[in-house]
């Protein structure tokens, strides 16, 4: 059954350091997404991505935040200078057409960012 | 008023139980609403979605949607020990995002 695969599972990093997270969604999926879970908390949105560009994206994701789908597979979120509450799962997913907006969309396992 | 409200449990109920895992909204633009579950460590899987108000139905598992109360339902039936999970409410209008609920944790006791 295709997935969405994350990388890496766990990462601990300084704070103020640039943080690199890949995922690589659903092969024949068109919609892409960044969502966050800091511990305890509710799952929340960050970005969507869309035939090569952000299609929306909070208030969360601010000028430290960027995405990029750099090779046709893979989609990436970087962090450029990472603070203590950027601590978090950050969970990858994607969608086919029909399924961006009937909530269709099929999550990785995340990656837990530690910032420290 | 928050956006999506859902008590977070935890609930715990004998196998075999029904189970009833609810949510409450403000917006009124929603238009999709979805139930995923989250094992421990995991990512959220989808379970169901309904467009609008009404039911569905699939397996041992019934979503509901009363748009007018904004209120919405998922029930288990014949719960299962594998149904031990926290189960999130998702909702969205026609864009882009998803708006999650806090998660209601479930225990289903053998």
């Known amino acids: 059954e295709p997935e969405v695969t994350q990388t890496p599972s766990h990462q601990v990093t300084q704070m103020g350091q640039e943080v690199i997270l890949r995922c690589v969604p659903i092969s024949n999926h068109l919609y892409f997404y960044w969502y966050r879970q800091i511990l305890g908390q509710k799952v929340e949105f960050l970005v969507s991505?869309?035939?090569?560009?952000?299609?929306?994206k909070s208030e969360i994701f601010d000028d430290q935040f960027s995405v990029e789908r750099p090779d046709g597979s893979n989609f990436t979120l970087k962090i450029r200078s990472t603070k203590l509450e950027d601590s978090a799962m950050y969970f990858c997913?994607?969608?086919?057409?029909?399924?961006?907006?009937?909530?269709?969309?099929?999550f990785g396992e995340g990656s837990r960012l530690t910032v420290l | 008023q928050k956006e999506v409200e859902q008590d977070p449990g935890p609930l715990s109920v004998p196998e075999g139980a029904i189970v009833s895992l609810n949510c409450t909204y403000s917006n009124s633009a929603f238009q999709y609403f979805m139930w995923y579950r989250q094992y421990s460590r995991k990512g959220p899987e989808l379970l169901m979605y309904?467009?609008?108000?009404g039911n569905k139905e699939d397996g041992r598992f019934t979503a509901q949607v009363d748009k007018s109360s904004k209120y919405i339902s998922l029930f288990i039936r014949d719960s299962q020990p594998s149904d031990s999970a926290t189960y999130l409410c998702a909702m969205s209008s026609a864009a882009q995002k998803l708006v999650f609920g806090q998660g209601t944790r479930l225990t289903i006791n053998p």
């Open positions: 997913a994607s969608a086919l057409a029909g399924g961006a907006n009937t909530g269709e969309l099929f």
């Open positions: 991505f869309y035939n090569n560009e952000i299609s929306e």
């Open positions: 309904t467009y609008s108000s």
